[in-house]
């Protein structure tokens, strides 16, 4: 596979480690009332979808950015790719 | 040495004569054969034995589909087994030998299992083998494997060189025939980085092989321009004996190019072989079409082969498969191969042609509308029983039969990317589907194009359409006039009447027979008939067998062709040797090796070393006259307590972590606190996973307000590296801090025991004060050693004993281990290895990789009370589960042995004394074990279901692997020095 890298164009995927669903962004407070609850759902339920998913890679053989990439999983096809620092920042700024 | 079978004419080149071997004997050919075609020239027929009944069998087809002629190449290291004849190209002293034979190829003790066929149908080692149970591992599966098979192994070390490597282009041309060739030429005209890859070691595909012409010439006249033309293109790359076998993600083809192996002594700088990660933009696949047999009695008889085989033997290597041929065929290609051995003084004995209305293109006997009923000739065909559309039957004699049921486009790389190809019916074939792997297009007979005309010109309009989607300027190139005649073929399969088993899959011997009965035990699917009858299994992947069994099963469960559809079919291609795969990384290669800067200083000290992930670690200095690694360890152990120890901890992970707000990003990936740590000082931190188990532990030296320095296990140095980043920039991106590795930036030594501070105080540069009061335990420095090298001490240990780390830039690493062992000597100095620093941690109780081990929670540690409640940090909520935390569960212990000496084992279980040893009264385990010299007996530290309340209660260790039972005295798992004196000084 080839990852187009935001800001080094395309790479081999094998520069990079896979995590996983790009939801692990959206992590609870740790200090909510209900925050046992909030971490469970975090971490343990997670969509698999045969389609479009947004997933997290780390380019560790190369500049150490983490990112976004939006991956058809049927197909293999690859949408996006964005830097994970500026989606984190885009949804704090939307609030 | 005779070529009773060469014919004139040809392209060989008969001023290069060869002689090779097969089987001890010597035959002769030339430069441009294959193992094949100079085996047919000296009429030997019998070159392999079948998998499965050992039948005789001969050369079937003259390219990569070829399942029977499988050989040995080579003597010895060297030795190639399941090496197709039909593509060795044959070079002065090849040695091939046959496969599957014993003792002789002529003599076969083991063709008895084909008398003993009728036990030995579809499935049958899953009805035979069944009783009793336990012979099948040590008797049936054994007996069946060497009974069964192919060639062998050396069993040695391959002696040969691989390599891999990439390559990128615009348009990847795959096979080198018309299309293909018309493909690259157009593309080639354009200006765009081309390359043309062909699995034969010509490029010209069946040009090489029929006798047709363009634009009036032989095709050999126009082959030659074209390949000139392309030759000196810079843009292009020609790849001859280079196998594309598999179309992967994103454009990226494997290849695997043969670079020596047609070489009779290979240059020492060229690898045999050399594995392609081809990244292309777009993709031309013009990969040509392969027969098919015809299934009938016999059919598998040295000297039946292939039509279209024939004749490119006779047309490209000038080799008649016999004096006296006969074809059988369902479509006009059948005539082609008739006429053209004819018109090379081969006698053509008959034409037999299923079809009714079937007509000869030569002055042939042709019988129209008849079928091939059974075959003779137990070595090499004799004969072939002919029945006639009247229903008369008629023996024609001839010593070669060629068989063509029609082509199957070679669809395989279409459908590595879950494509599937449709039925054709006008065609009878297999053609590409619609769901093609993105940016790839098929010409030629790939695609069902099967004239030499509609071959060129879709090879062109494919790379104009291919260029003009990147953008490059394709004019039109004028192509050679050629022939363009219909395919006329009448779909015809297998012959029902006929005594005798009809063969579909040559090379694992199954029978139409075979997948009738797959049908009658309740098998639809054509995986799943796939599967129990082992059709297309073999090396050849089913490129012969599949379409044939396809009709028979489509037959037999009333079904059409496409809809009973063709099984999957994946890379690769051709078989790939793992050697390739390789490349460069086998051996001491096989990944790299990290040392660290004392590396050559600890080797000149005859230091012993330990794999620790990539790094080389000292294990331990072994001195003369010590006979026994405990003996050394001991010795260093007792020195880091007696006097002063030396240990390289280089490799333990260093992150620098720098901001304004490096505090909190530490607060946020330790559970315990850092943001009230004062600068200068260092403490120790426990790493969570967001799931509440122990990521890692390590220390934080707070250097400046924005400034820590972050150390980790070894093991775990890239892991928590990555994960620091996946807080920093996708959890935490409103933090300002940065990050980076340092590891292999600093080299860093513990310097331990009681003589530590006189030995660092030989080195460090005045006015720095080592004193206890300046610099307590878990100070922190900058200061400078050696009369100005910059360095960092740390006042941290993880033995117990009064120790530093001094860290200074790698490149001065050398220098300052053996400055240390200068400035130590008065003070009794030893250099001690991982084994003593394990020996060390585990008397303090420091838990490391063995117990942090992903499974274990801060309650596991007795750690919880670390797990800060006030600030929100990784790991923390989950940390406090009730399963993780529960009163009950498992806590860290130490075990001192009851009889001293005897080593506990490390991974014994534990039990309550007179307990039953079994899982219900598993009470925990040992994680780590060592002999304390401190103690003088055995220790360990385990896992112990409510341990911290078990302290001085006796535990039954139970190590069943060797029939052990010992006892331990439960423990805190500080052994030594529980409060700290040692370590304060």
Redesign the interface.
Known sequence: ??IPHPLLGPRDAREF?Y?GDAA??D?P???AAD??RL??D??YLRDNPAGIHRE?W?H?HGD???LVVTRDTV????LKAE???DV??KR?ANG | MAEPNRLDGGRIDRASPLTFSFDGKTFAGYRGDTLASALLAANVKLVGRSFKYHRPRGILTAGSEEPNALVGLHRGARHDPNARATTVELHDGLVAVSQNRWPSLAFDVMAVNDVLSRFLTAGFYYKTFMWPKRFWEKFYEPAIRSAAGLGALSGEPDPDRYDTGFLHCDLLVVGGGPAGLAAAMTAARSGARVILADEDFVLGGRLNAETVTLDGEPAAVWLRRALDELHAAHNVRLMPRTSVFGAYDHGVYGALERVADHLAVAPAHLPRQVLWRIRSRRAVLCAGATERPIAFANNDRPGIMLAGAMRAYANRWAVAADRTVAVFTNNDDGHRTASDLLARGVSVAAVIDARPDAHAQGNYELHRGAIVENTRGRKALTSVDVRRADGSRVTVPCGALGVSGGWNPAVALTCHQRGRPSWDASLAAFVPGADLPPGMAVAGAANGSFSTHAALQSGADAASHALAELGFEAPAAALPLAEDAPVRIQAFWHVASGKGRTWLDFQNDVTVKDVGLAVQEGFRSVEHVKRYTTLGMATDQGKLANTGAIAALADLTGRGMGETGTTMFRPPWTPVPIAAFAGRSRGKDFRPARLTPSHDWAAEQGAVFVEAGLWLRAQYFPRPGETHWRQTVDREVRAVRQAVGVCDVTTLGKVDVQGSDAAAFLNMIYCNGFSKLPVSRVRYGLMLREDGMVMDDGTAARLADDHFVVTTTTANAALVYRHMEFVRQCLRSDLDVQLVSTTEAWAQYAVAGPHARALLAGIVDPPFDLGDDAFPYMACAELTVCGGVTARLFRISFSGERAYEIAVPACYGDSLIRVLMQAGAPHGVTPYGTEALGVLRIEKGHPAGNELNGQTSPAHLSMARLVSTKKDSIGAVLSRREGLSEADGLRLVGLEAMDGETALPAGSHLFAPGRPHDPGHDEGWITSAAYSPHLGRSIALAFLARGDSRLGETIEIANPLQGQTLRATVVHPVFIDPEGTRLHG
């Open positions: 596979m080839i480690v995590l692990l962004l992590r407070d740790g200090l925050a046992d971490f469970h975090y971490l997290l780390f560790e150490r950015s983490w197909t293999h096809a690859i830097l994970a620092g984190a920042r704090r």
